[in-house]
C-alpha cells in the first residue's frame, strides 16, 4: 500500500484494474485505493507479469504488499 498522504496510516483496496497474469507497462495504473480524503489510481512501478495477492474491499497498512510484477530476466 503506498503512502499518498503525509498522515495516511491506511488504505481500502477498491478495485483490481488488471487481473492476475496480465502483463502491465511501467506507469500502467493497477488497481484503486480509497483513503478518508481520495480515491486514485496506483500506477505499476515496473513493466512485467502482474500477480495480485490483496483482496478488493480490504483495508491494508501503509507498506503491505498488495501484490507483485514477475519482471523479464
Partial sequence: MPKLALAMTEGTLVDWLVDDGDTVTDGQALYV?????????????????????????????????????EVAG
Fill in 33 to 69: 485505493v480509497e483513503t478518508d480524503k481520495v480515491e486514485t489510481e496506483v500506477p505499476a512501478a515496473a513493466s512485467g507479469v502482474v500477480h495480485p495477492t490483496a483482496g478488493v474491499g480490504g483495508v491494508y497498512a501503509v507498506g503491505a504488499e498488495l501484490g507483485w510484477i
